[in-house]
């Protein structure tokens, strides 16, 4: 059997590609020797659920995970920031050790903290930083340190952009520098059936540079100097990428993946403001000082004047805030979860969001917070009418309909974490939906570019049809039963994916058929738990 390397672009789009692909030498080869097509991501699509239900084949309704934080506020279940811990023990990788094969993971998101495995661990976003321990085994931290010059997990976002973008891309170019040293690294000196390598840089230069090069963006720059700033970004990892493939073994098959695509983001929709202006949600009277308060409003203040005032004037205000302020306006959820659930009136409130992406709880009496619908019946009507209301609801600087998708939670989530899920689900590309509250209904972002549900997929390599062909129907789910079955890895009953048969040479499945029988499989993955357990000393 061959080995797997999974190339993973967090924001990938297989449109971009196709677009620039006379550019993009690598990815011109898979695509015309090989196989691709759009992977549809989670909802919602953002890293966290996307990244932890691709390594497991799992919808979140499986995994409980909706958002980067558990937005249980309805229940008595709480909230927390999602780790590692909410989802290894049914990962890809926890899968593949018990059958004793090697991994290694290189900037995976939510890999912290990492957790002993049969290989290697680098942690990507989640990570607190690299003062904290963010690898497996704790030594590789020195050792990738000392190779790469300073090895780093993010970028710090620059509040400050407007006047900088020169030095975000170096910054950018440099960090995926790195990340492809580290890759080397790690595929030449450490044995392994399975490596993932996440590049992250797609999705922050998408994010800050798309209006630089779409002429339909409301923010477009004519004749920007970094019009192909998205481009050049795509172009260093075709590269690297490329470099890689080179070194790697012969009997390895490499797949492209992403956590979802990319797209333009025009404005954000303030989804609680929205509810509350249609009387769904009521709060207690506020103090505006607040804290919470106070720092979304700066944060509306900086990203109104990102593309509007004088370049001089943003690095004055970046500059008189103080350091911990500026670390405070840059998290990722813009803002804290409590600022919402603070003042609510759970006395005389129906309906409320929270969360990176708006996702909307409808309370019941029954629930520990709910106080006003008193049966299932008035629960459904108050999501028909949320949802009858969203998908009418019309941008008042373009005129035009919001393309919000939305959807009610059990018409896609199923499994013993549903109950946790948002009760109606909103996605949404040019128009963000946004779970945290301003006066505001509608505001700008230092942000062009966002999210969207078309990411990336291709496969290449000796065990992969050479047809060229552009598939449709691929999942994201679809990833973790389709390194099972090239591994020759029984696929557990409770993964959601398929596996992407049709992506397979003939003399593939041939071969396959000639594997160990699923009970020799089992003897296989007990005998590799006693070997584990000697190793380890407990027998």
């Not at 085994?137 to 993010?154: F, M, Q, R, W």
């Not at 260093?236 to 797209?263: C, Q, W, Y």
Request: overall charge positive.
């Amino acid at each position: 059997m061959g080995k797997i390397i999974v190339f993973g672009l967090d924001g990938g789009s297989i449109k971009l590609i196709e677009q620039w692909k006379d550019e993009l030498p690598t990815f011109k080869k898979i695509m015309e020797a090989g196989i691709f097509g759009e992977l549809e991501s989670t909802v919602p699509d953002l890293t966290c659920p996307a990244w932890p239900c691709m390594f497991t084949g799992k919808n979140p309704g499986k995994l409980g995970m909706y958002d980067f934080i558990e937005l249980g506020f309805g229940n008595e279940h709480g909230s927390s920031v999602f780790n590692s811990s909410h989802y290894h023990a049914s990962s890809v990788w926890k899968i593949l050790n018990d059958y004793g094969k090697k991994v290694g993971l290189l900037n995976v998101p939510m890999t912290f903290p990492p957790h002993k495995i049969n290989g290697f661990i680098v942690c990507g976003l989640g990570a607190p930083g690299t003062t904290a321990k963010y690898t497996y085994p704790d030594s590789l931290a020195k050792t990738l340190d000392k190779i790469v010059g300073g090895y780093e997990i993010e970028p710090m976002i620059d509040l400050n952009l407007y006047g900088r973008e020169e030095k975000y891309l170096k910054i950018s170019k440099e960090m995926l520098d790195k990340r492809f040293k580290s890759a080397r690294y790690l595929m030449h000196h450490f044995r392994w059936d399975l490596c993932v390598f996440v590049f992250r840089a797609t999705d922050w230069v998408q994010h800050y540079f798309w209006h630089h090069m779409d002429a339909s963006h409301p923010r477009y720059i004519n004749n920007s100097k970094y019009k192909d700033a998205i481009k050049e970004c795509y172009k260093r990892i075709d590269t690297g990428i490329g470099a890689l493939m080179k070194e790697a073994p012969e009997d390895t098959n490499i797949l492209l993946v992403s956590d979802h695509g990319g797209g333009p983001e025009y404005e954000r929709f303030r989804v609680n403001r929205w509810l509350e202006e249609n009387g769904f949600l009521k709060f207690r009277e506020r103090g505006w000082i607040q804290i919470d308060v106070f720092l979304n409003k700066i944060r509306e203040f900086l990203g109104i004047f990102y593309m509007r005032m004088d370049s001089k004037l943003v690095r004055l205000i970046a500059k008189i805030l103080p350091q911990k302020l500026k670390s405070e306006l840059v998290l990722t959820f813009e803002g804290k979860i409590s600022e919402v659930i603070r003042d609510i009136d759970w006395a005389r409130t129906k309906a409320y969001a929270a969360g990176t992406r708006g996702g909307i709880f409808v309370t019941l009496k029954e629930e520990p917070r709910g106080n006003v619908l008193e049966s299932k019946r008035e629960y459904e009507e108050v999501r028909d009418q949320i949802i009858a209301g969203l998908s009418q609801v019309i941008n008042p600087h373009t005129g035009e309909l919001t393309d919000f998708q939305i959807f009610k939670k059990e018409a896609i989530y199923h499994g013993q974490y549903v109950n946790r899920a948002p009760d109606i689900s909103i996605c949404g590309t040019k128009y963000f939906p946004l779970g945290f509250y301003g006066k505001q209904q509608w505001c700008q972002f230092a942000t062009s570019g966002t999210h969207t549900r078309q990411g990336l997929f291709m496969a290449y390599g000796p065990d992969i049809k050479k047809d060229g062909l552009r598939l449709t129907g691929l999942q994201i789910y679809d990833v973790t039963p389709t390194i099972l079955h090239i591994l020759g890895v029984p696929i557990p009953d409770d993964i959601d994916g398929r596996i992407l048969t049709e992506i397979f040479q003939p003399r593939h499945e041939q071969a396959r058929k000639k594997l160990m029988d699923k009970e020799s499989l089992e003897k296989q993955k007990v005998k590799n738990r006693i070997n584990q357990l000697k190793d380890s000393g407990k027998i």
